[in-house]
């Protein structure tokens, strides 16, 4: 069973960082791609960066670009979101998933919480 654990949240001043970090396990095969949303208060939740497990492409929503990066550790089974010059904006919950067989993203951890104070 696929198995998504997020770690790194915390309150953090804005222009300041954070490091999320997305456990994976379960997985049989390679060819897929980790992502994270994210969803702030009484928001739809969206998506902030993705990457395909085999191969390293990598793809970030626009109001994230040059401030977030996605990366992997294959040897840990683990992608990572790190996040720079933190605006309130980016207050909310981040979510970590996985597609399954049919490409959509079928698994989802329980979220951690990012709380930008400005």
């Known amino acids: 069973q696929v198995q998504m654990v997020e770690s790194g949240g915390g309150l953090v001043q804005a222009g300041g960082s954070l490091n999320l970090s997305c456990a994976v396990s379960g997985r049989t095969t390679r060819n897929y791609v980790t992502g994270w949303f994210r969803q702030a208060p009484g928001k739809e939740r969206e998506f902030v960066a993705a990457t395909r497990w085999s191969g390293g492409d990598t793809n970030y929503a626009d109001f994230v670009k040059g401030r977030f990066t996605i990366s992997r550790d294959n040897a840990k089974n683990t992608v990572n979101l790190q996040m720079n010059s933190l605006e309130a904006e980016d207050t909310a919950i981040y979510y970590c998933?996985?597609?399954?067989?049919?490409?959509?993203?079928?698994?989802w951890g329980q979220g951690t919480q990012v709380t930008v104070s400005s």
């Open positions: 998933t996985t597609t399954g067989l049919t490409g959509s993203y079928e698994y």
